[in-house]
């Protein structure tokens, strides 16, 4: 028990740690969605010039999404006209580019990792841009195409499709401050906590058990942490390897990599295994179901390769000027909750939380909730017509 314990101890200490920044960025999410249309994004979305990549991958880091609705998004606005590059940057930049997830990497591990993240996620959706340019052949992508009309359920369809912006084209301002920019906040940011907690949690329970239970000996010896060049060649390899089979995505995958680095795997590694949550088990047989067999194969060789490459670019670079940090004072929390600057913002924003859960609760939420797990051609949820003009809205 007192093994369990400890790891308990140390998933308790995380999860106390990241809350408020976890609340704070689903909070800004739910803001930017609340007033911004997807049949907007999809008109954004039209081709692959980097211009258009660009955009793409900010619309994404503005739609914070869990793994699995980026990809079943992603898939959405490719049926409704989206090129299918700009689609898939739009997925990055969902899942690896928004600001939760900066926050959270700053708190766990510091800022260079947070400078990490946003420095190798546009080399990463370069080097993808040139290998889909290069080698996706109009035959693969027609073959895509084709099995993505097929609309076959991957996981949450239901709330890809939900659309939740506020209707009108007034100033944002305006919008946001409404009644119905309130309601649609707050549904968007439950929706969203809806989405990833499951990985969250799991990701935070697999952290604690791997730093109470494994010793760091067996990460140096895996990691190759006696050999500095061996392990620079080694980690962006590995990290990627580690997140495919560790079925943790998303932001859950940010506790683990607490763990890696402490462990001894290089910085380019730890940046490549955070990348890499689009490519875990189960949403590479979403991809088999999505785009079929040949596609789900392409985008699995073609993202290991841009992930790789930009965890080697990023060691590099970060090498160069001397911004890798050290190891010595890293270490995995595990003193529990205490009375800090930490606990203040928590209050805060868990107060802030109960704000929005409360208006969702009482502006119709549940029945939207209901919708998280339907297929890809369900109709898509107006936000005018889920709150407001139903009467729930308070």
């Not at 140390?10 to 999410?29: D, N, P, R, V």
């Not at 989206?82 to 990497?105: D, H, K, Q, R, Y």
């Not at 084709?146 to 239901?158: F, H, I, L």
Request: proline fraction near 3%; glycine fraction near 12%; include cysteine.
């Amino acid at each position: 028990m007192g093994a369990i314990t400890h790891a308990l101890r140390i998933t308790g200490s995380m999860t106390w740690e990241i809350t408020w920044a976890l609340i704070l960025g689903f909070t800004l999410s739910a803001v930017i969605q609340a007033v911004v249309r997807k049949s907007t994004i999809v008109r954004l979305l039209g081709d692959d010039r980097p211009k258009t990549l660009a955009v793409s991958s900010l619309l994404g880091a503005a739609s914070s999404s869990c793994s699995y609705a980026a990809v079943a998004l992603a898939r959405s606005l490719f049926r409704k006209g989206a090129n299918f590059t700009a689609a898939i940057t739009f997925a990055i930049g969902s899942t690896n580019l928004v600001l939760e997830l900066g926050v959270i990497l700053w708190l766990l591990l510091g800022w260079q990792f947070t400078l990490a993240e946003f420095v190798g996620g546009p080399i990463m959706i370069v080097v993808l841009a040139v290998l889909f340019r290069r080698f996706l052949k109009p035959s693969l992508l027609h073959e895509a195409r084709e099995q993505a009309d097929r609309g076959v359920a991957g996981s949450m369809e239901g709330h890809a499709a939900m659309d939740m912006a506020v209707a009108g084209d007034g100033p944002f301002l305006r919008r946001l401050l409404s009644r119905a920019g309130f309601t649609s906040v707050s549904h968007v940011f439950v929706m969203e906590w809806a989405a990833i907690l499951r990985d969250l949690v799991i990701g935070l329970l697999i952290a604690g058990a791997i730093a109470a239970w494994v010793p760091d000996s067996f990460w140096q010896h895996f990691f190759l942490s006696g050999h500095p060049v061996l392990a620079g060649i080694w980690g962006p390899l590995v990290g990627p390897v580690v997140a495919v089979v560790s079925f943790v995505c998303s932001i859950g995958n940010v506790p683990l990599a607490l763990v890696l680095w402490k462990g001894g795997i290089s910085f380019g590694g730890v940046t490549a295994f955070i990348f890499a949550d689009l490519l875990i088990l189960p949403i590479l047989n979403i991809y088999k179901k999505y785009y079929g067999r040949r596609a789900a194969w392409f985008l699995l060789w073609t993202f290991f390769i841009a992930m790789a490459g930009a965890g080697y670019v990023v060691e590099l670079l970060f090498e160069a000027f001397g911004w890798i940090p050290g190891r010595g004072g890293m270490s995995v929390m595990s003193e529990g909750v205490t009375w800090n600057y930490t606990t203040w913002l928590n209050i805060v924003f868990l107060v802030l939380a109960l704000v929005l859960v409360v208006r969702f609760g009482r502006s119709g939420g549940m029945a939207m909730m209901r919708m998280m797990g339907g297929g890809p051609d369900d109709m898509a949820m107006d936000h005018s017509t889920s709150a407001e003009d139903t009467g729930h809205g308070a």
